[in-house]
T-cell receptor, first 114, second 110 residues
Framework: SAVISQKPSRDICQRGTSLTIQCQVDSQVTMMFWYRQQPGQSLTLIATANQGSEATYESGFVIDKFPISRPNLTFSTLTVSNMSPEDSSIYLC???????????FGPGTRLLVL | GENVEQHPSTLSVQEGDSAVIKCTYSDSASNYFPWYKQELGKRPQLIIDIRSNVGEKKDQRIAVTLNKTAKHFSLHITETQPEDSAVYFCAASRADKLIFGTGTRLQVFP
């Protein structure tokens, strides 16, 4: 399986500010995804990060709030913009690392918005 | 779109007993069904998966069964151990994206 890292691992932010989360993979992958996991809840897909084109967002998530970059096949960023306390959550990236369409998750970024 | 329901939300068993978690999905075109285990404060870890061309898959103490007609699949853990305590998520996929169930908190008491 791929080795996936995320930065930062956690952060405490003030409302109205923005935070950019980085996801790095140790090998080239076709698909990268961003999920949100609110406290005690399941994982919700935010968007698919497409290399060389705009991300594909799920219902309820918009580019202005969650801009995503995918400059190459090993790296992606998710920005949480104009944060409010409701954005407090764990944000996880995942990658589809092989032919079997198996997804592996990064360690997550714990975000607390005050 | 796809909707995945998962039951029960919590499950407590005695060490050595079996545990069963069930999921149903709505999109008959879904063809890949992974199960993830998430320990407190850690990332979800894939523990087993099944594709729609098979009805059952086993890996040591864990097994997954799939009923395509009824659109449900189940995770079976035998001879449970305290280290099996975690939250388990099922998921369903038709294309590349996963839709997750709501999770089951499993507690195994010694």
């Amino acid at each position: 399986s791929a080795v996936i890292s995320q930065k930062p691992s956690r952060d405490i932010c003030q409302r109205g500010t923005s935070l950019t989360i980085q996801c790095q993979v140790d090998s080239q992958v076709t698909m990268m995804f961003w999920y949100r996991q609110q406290p005690g809840q399941s994982l919700t897909l935010i968007a698919t990060a497409n290399q060389g084109s705009e991300a594909t967002y799920e219902s309820g998530f918009v580019i202005d709030k969650f801009p995503i970059s995918r400059p190459n096949l090993t790296f992606s960023t998710l920005t949480v913009s104009n944060m409010s306390p409701e954005d407090s959550s764990i944000y996880l990236c995942s990658v589809d690392a092989g032919l079997k369409r198996t997804q592996y998750f990064g360690p997550g970024t714990r975000l607390l918005v005050l | 779109g796809e909707n995945v329901e998962q039951h029960p939300s919590t499950l407590s068993v005695q060490e050595g007993d079996s545990a069963v978690i069930k999921c149903t999905y709505s999109d008959s075109a879904s063809n890949y069904f992974p199960w993830y285990k998430q320990e407190l404060g850690k990332r979800p870890q894939l523990i087993i998966d099944i594709r729609s061309n098979v009805g059952e898959k086993k890996d040591q103490r864990i097994a997954v069964t799939l009923n395509k007609t009824a659109k449900h699949f189940s995770l079976h853990i035998t001879e449970t151990q305290p280290e099996d305590s975690a939250v388990y998520f099922c998921a369903a996929s038709r294309a590349d994206k996963l839709i997750f169930g709501t999770g089951t908190r499993l507690q195994v008491f010694p």
